[in-house]
């Protein structure tokens, strides 16, 4: 059976005869210019027309199909008819109105982006430069104590005495915190005593108050005071130092009142005992002694005023600079210990050759043997006087000047170190002194902080003025003006040591750690504080204070 074709079938592709005329032709779409979907031309309108406009609607044909078939129907560049036929806008008075109001509702949210910007940098500004212009221009009293939300007050309706003692006030942080500090922000708000509604002139605003309980050395008392001292500053908040407690006689015995050496925004305004608290140091009138310390200088402390964009011990560097302010500006010695500062440093002067420059003549060391050390080789044992010996040998070597102050905790090492230094060293310390003040507050046995307060307190003034002398003579301290005498070059000591700790401060940031690079490692070639303990493998390699528990 033959095959026969189909017949009478259509197909959806049409194809183009030989002889039919080939028409580029577009698809049309709902919304194509071309096809005109929205507005073809009728019968009617094409008579209308004239043959000028038939071409330029031709044209205009022509130019739209170079747009993309489905180019979306919001494109700017869809128009409709009525488009060309809106009114022309008013030349006027009454046109420029309404082109003004026309861009305003525009550009709305461009203007008030601009404003809000302006507004925050200014109050950016205020906040870095001006801040008490800020505090108060929001209603804001820097001096107010807050509680937080549902916080109790603190009650000492068992207490008939106040201030209360040392003990009383560690054992109030210990019960308020649970042995530990919270974390949370440094003056987060917290519970406080009540306080009087009526206001009195006489009394302060805000107070820090630091409890002198002599619990510690002197030293480690002025580390943790430094910093304190230096919060009131910044705070604008009174300082107040209590040496109700104290076992080395008054305050006053042998520095300047810091009542007068930092005034505080209220001289002579007076703290209320029974409104002094301890924890948590958001009170309006916080005290602070060694034992509580540990509470408020610990953790959240250093989160709050290390520099957190430096390395190393750069990081550091605003508690060093707050210490040592508090050193030279807070802590000024009396009359009598200046006068026995001088007479070190007079008598070291007399010992150098004719010539030599007085400014890093020589080095301090100092020889803490009633600590063992804290780094591991020193493992339950004090340092010994040979790591000392040794390290200031190679400070002298670098110096044409071979002269060492020595101080200790213990007279006999004076001679045991003496022994280990080169022949042609000079050493000088108050129990040898030419002069007879001086030899008078050298310490004649071993220092044990759990006995000095069974001394007579004649003898423990006497003692703490000597101590005093040796950190000036260690770490350059507290320089008379117009007097050419000795500096010292370097201080050798040993971390385990707070008068080590504090002697650092003397030297100034900078030369200190020997113009340390961006790590913050202490440069132990150019260092000028010589830590023979710990010799910068533990971190951080120098510390502002000690914690006690």
């Known amino acids: 059976m033959s095959r026969v074709p189909l017949q009478n079938l259509s197909t959806s592709t049409a194809r183009a005869s030989q002889n039919s005329e080939l028409t580029p032709r577009t698809p049309r779409t709902p919304h194509s210019r071309a096809g005109r979907a929205e507005e073809g031309f009728t019968a009617v309108e094409l008579d209308e027309y004239g043959e000028e406009e038939y071409q330029t609607y031709r044209a205009e044909t022509q130019a739209h199909q170079s747009e993309p078939l489905l180019r979306s129907a919001t494109d700017a560049t869809f128009s409709h008819r009525l488009d060309n036929i809106r009114p022309a806008p008013s030349t006027g008075a009454f046109g420029k109105v309404v082109s003004g109001l026309d861009w305003a509702r525009k550009n709305v949210g461009l203007a008030s982006g601009v404003v809000g910007s302006c507004f925050l940098l200014i109050l950016i ?58 974390l949370a922000g440094f003056w987060d708000p917290g519970p406080d005593v009540a306080h009087p509604t009526a206001s009195d002139p006489e009394v302060c605003e805000s107070s820090i108050t630091y409890m002198l309980d002599g619990t510690v050395g002197l030293l480690a008392d002025l580390n943790i005071m430094a910093q304190v001292a ?232 006497s003692l703490t003025r000597g101590m005093i002398v040796d950190f000036a003579m260690l770490s350059g301290m507290w320089p008379e003006e117009g007097l050419n005498l000795p500096t010292p070059r370097a201080v050798v000591c040993g971390m385990n040591s707070n008068i080590c700790r504090a002697s650092a401060l003397g030297y100034g940031f900078v030369h200190v750690f020997g113009h340390m690079d961006e790590q913050g490692e202490i440069n132990q070639e150019k260092a000028r504080w010589i830590d023979v303990d710990e010799k910068g493998n533990i971190l951080p390699e120098w510390e502002a204070y000690e914690l006690f528990n």
């Open 230 to 461: 230096g919060l009131a500053r910044e705070f604008n908040r009174t300082f107040i130092v209590n040496d109700a407690y104290w076992d080395r006689g008054n305050w006053t015995d042998h520095f300047e009142d810091v009542r007068k050496t930092q005034p505080g925004p209220q001289p002579g305004c007076r703290v209320p005992p029974e409104e002094m608290v301890a924890c948590p140091r958001s009170a309006k009138h916080w005290v602070i002694t060694a034992g509580t310390a540990k509470y408020h200088l610990a953790h959240s402390f250093h989160e709050t005023f290390e520099d957190p964009y430096s390395r190393g011990l750069h990081r550091v560097r605003p508690i060093y600079e707050r210490a040592r302010t508090s050193f030279y500006q807070t802590f000024i010695p009396n009359a009598e210990n200046t006068r026995l500062i001088r007479f070190a440093r007079s008598e070291l002067a007399s010992m150098l050759p004719q010539g030599l420059e007085m400014n890093n003549s020589y080095v301090g060391v100092h020889i803490r043997k009633g600590r063992q050390g804290m780094a591991w080789n020193w493992h339950q044992k004090p340092i010994p006087v040979s790591a000392y010996a040794e390290a200031a040998t190679r400070v002298l070597s670098e110096k044409e000047s071979k002269l060492v102050y020595i101080a200790s905790d213990d007279p006999a090492a004076y001679d045991d170190t003496r022994m280990l230094l080169p022949p042609e060293t000079g050493t000088l310390s108050l129990a040898e002194s030419a002069a007879p003040p001086l030899r008078a507050i050298a310490s004649g046995e071993v220092y044990d902080q759990a006995k000095f307060g069974a001394l007579e307190e004649s003898t423990r003034v």
């Open 125 to 182: 500004y205020l906040a870095l430069e001006k801040p008490a212009t800020l505090e108060e221009y929001i209603g804001l009293d820097p001096n107010a104590t807050e509680l937080s939300p549902g916080a109790k007050l603190i009650s000492y309706e068992n207490y008939t005495s106040f201030p209360l003692k040392p003990a009383q006030y560690a054992d109030h942080c210990a019960k308020l915190t649970g042995g530990f500090m919270k």
